[in-house]
């Protein structure tokens, strides 16, 4: 294969990809510039007043996310992503020796990248040629890109008593897996893929419908570990939270924005920090449409919580 | 009209479906050409060539994602045209596509372990689905979508630095995973 082969098959995209990106493009931003600003200016205030007319309707208890939740887990540095876009930390709260470790990470990542001064040559020189190969690759698993950047991840994780992963599989078909060995877990029709760590931590990415098309990503944090990533959530203002008993008994916190296209559901036991993220990338009556809080309550619904820990 | 609607509309022979198609999604399918392909008139060609394609294609196709096939569509047709064309002169954008995507291709490659192209679009794939969703749709949008570095700094928020940052890792990353996929030695 040469790199025409390779743009050419690039050309045979799953249409789920290539429909998800387009949406990330605003072709009309150059185009109809203003026409698009308009109406999405009244598309969201149509949208906050939907939301907030429903809340009245029923009667339910939205509070604010700074009060809890949220906004406690946000890591406390400016993202990859620019200052608007907030990154929460996917393993406990802001006293968990997880949390501190990603919070510092991401900071030292972020400046670090952002100063120019990776050196991607030096995995070759230092760890690849010095018979230490298998580990450089490990720390792939955090975004290292060079020896500084290893050897900084190696300390902030000792300085917290944290492991490192060292080891991690692909899962090709989740379903099929848990089928056999655990029963049903996930719904039915539903082919999550996804990589499993050495902890048990894992991670698992599927395309559900819960009223609307979501992309679902399933993440377990086995406690004791750095963390390898943090989940976007972009603009944390417009999220309200809600605690929701799903229909196996489990509560979860569910959060939900009336902006953003996701929305988030946190689950937390002795061993594990749960999150399911949803992602709308489809909706009749707006691609930019965010996830409502019954699409949540309804994927919670069909999930068995209480397997997915083991 | 939603998609199942204009597709309903071309299998039935009815030609404003056509006309719905190309108002729905004319400028998605415009702009994919335009990333590739240096003069307007190619470009406004490519888009009717495409649209005819359709019209010829359903039925007996029956696109799930009427966007997304669409814009197969017409970036096959444009890369054709494109090679077409560069026998007469090269150009700059869609060489440095090729360039940049040269770099998610192993050294070497062993005739004997070489996967069929099908399976390395399926590892493709799979391999997006595995990033995280940021990186995958910067990395389709800059070489499905062909989209300049500065259009997708507005579009994501993000500065140049940033972009060319995440897709250089992304590449890596890609490039390891076909190695480890057997791809290459």
Redesign the interface.
């Given at each position: 294969m040469n790199k025409m082969d390779l743009w050419w098959a690039l050309g045979q995209l799953d249409d789920e990809l290539i429909s998800a990106a387009a949406r990330t493009r605003k072709e009309e931003n150059i185009i109809m510039m203003h026409t698009r600003k308009t109406n999405r200016y009244i598309r969201r205030m149509a949208l906050v007043a939907a939301v907030v007319a429903v809340f009245a309707a029923l009667g339910i208890t939205a509070y604010a996310t700074d009060a809890f939740g949220i906004k406690s887990r946000i890591l406390d540095a400016d993202s990859w992503f620019g200052p608007e876009t907030a990154m929460i930390s996917l393993a406990g709260g802001t006293e968990s020796a997880e949390f501190k470790a990603a919070s510092e990470w991401e900071a030292f990542e972020t400046e670090y990248v952002n100063s120019g001064k990776m050196d991607t040559a030096s995995l070759k020189t230092g760890y690849a040629t010095a018979g230490d190969a298998q580990r450089a690759g490990a720390y792939f698993f955090y975004g290292c890109g060079d020896v500084t950047m290893i050897e900084t991840v190696q300390s902030i994780a000792d300085k917290y008593g944290l492991a490192i992963h060292t080891q991690r599989v692909d899962i090709p078909n989740v379903q099929a897996l848990l089928d056999a060995e655990q029963g049903n877990i996930f719904p039915l029709g539903e082919e999550f893929v996804g990589y499993l760590y050495e902890d048990g931590s894992y991670k698992l990415d599927a395309l559900g419908s819960y009223g609307e098309s979501v992309m679902v990503s399933v993440t377990r944090t086995v406690k004791g570990t750095l963390p390898p990533y943090s989940l976007s959530i972009r603009n944390v203002d417009t999220y309200t939270e809600e605690e929701y008993t799903n229909s196996g008994g489990v509560t979860v916190q569910l959060m939900f924005s009336s902006m953003e296209q996701r929305g988030v559901v946190m689950y937390e036991t002795d061993e594990s920090v749960f999150h399911m993220n949803l992602v709308c990338y489809a909706s009749p009556s707006s691609a930019e449409a965010p996830v409502s809080i019954d699409t949540l309550k309804a994927a919670v619904d069909r999930y068995d919580l209480t397997k997915l820990d083991g | 009209m939603?998609d199942e609607r204009i597709v309903e509309m071309i299998w039935n022979g009815q030609e404003q479906g056509v006309d719905q198609l190309n108002r729905k999604y004319g400028?998605?399918m415009e702009?994919v050409a335009r990333n590739i392909l240096p003069c307007v008139e190619d470009v406004r060609e490519t888009v009717n060539d495409a649209l005819l394609q359709i019209w010829n294609a359903i039925p007996p196709a029956r696109?799930?994602?009427l966007?997304?096939?669409s814009?197969?569509i017409v970036?096959?047709l444009a890369?054709n045209r494109w090679k077409f064309d560069r026998r007469a002169k090269r150009d700059g954008h869609a060489d440095a596509?090729?360039?940049e995507?040269?770099e998610?291709?192993p050294a070497r490659?062993d005739i004997t372990t070489?996967l069929e192209?099908r399976e390395?679009?399926q590892q493709?794939?799979?391999f997006?689905?595995?990033q995280?969703?940021?990186a995958?749709?910067l990395f389709?949008?800059r070489?499905?979508?062909g989209?300049g570095v500065e259009?997708m700094s507005?579009?994501?928020?993000?500065?140049k630095?940033?972009i060319s940052?995440?897709l250089y890792?992304t590449r890596?990353?890609l490039k390891?995973y076909l190695i480890k996929e057997g791809?290459a030695v």
């Open positions: - | 939603d400028k998605l702009s696109p799930a994602d966007k997304a096939y814009a197969k970036r096959n890369i596509l090729l360039s995507l040269e998610c291709l490659v070489q192209h390395i679009i493709i794939n799979t997006l689905y595995l995280p969703e940021t995958r749709n389709i949008c070489y499905f979508f989209d259009q507005r579009d994501f928020g993000l500065s630095q940033q940052d995440r890792q890596k990353k390891a791809v």
